[in-house]
C-alpha cells in the first residue's frame, strides 16, 4: 500500500461511491457499483461492499494500489 493522498470533503461524513468519484479513483457512480460489488475496493484495510457506506474524517479508501483518506475541507 502507498501513501494515502488526502481528498477534503465539505460535510462530516460522505457515502463511499461519490469518495471513489471525488478522488478521481473511479469515473462514474456505475463504476463505482462494480469494483464495490466486486470486491476491488477497501476501508480502513476491510474489503467493503456497501456503496453508502458513510466515511468520516481519518478514512482511508483503497483501490487497485492507490489510496485516498477523508479529510475535513
Known amino acids: 500500500m ?5 481528498v477534503p470533503i465539505r460535510d ?17 457512480g456505475a463504476e463505482a457499483k462494480e469494483v464495490i460489488a ?5 476501508v480502513n484495510g476491510q ?5 453508502g457506506r458513510q466515511l468520516n474524517t ?3 479508501v483503497e483501490i487497485g494500489g ?3 483518506r477523508v479529510v475535513k475541507g
Open 2 to 6: 502507498t501513501d494515502a493522498f488526502d
Open 12 to 28: 462530516d461524513s460522505i457515502r463511499l461511491g461519490q469518495f471513489l468519484k471525488l478522488a478521481s479513483l473511479i469515473e462514474s
Open 38 to 42: 466486486d470486491g476491488l475496493v477497501s
Open 47 to 51: 474489503v467493503e461492499v456497501r456503496r
Open 58 to 60: 481519518g478514512d482511508v
Open 66 to 68: 492507490t489510496s485516498a
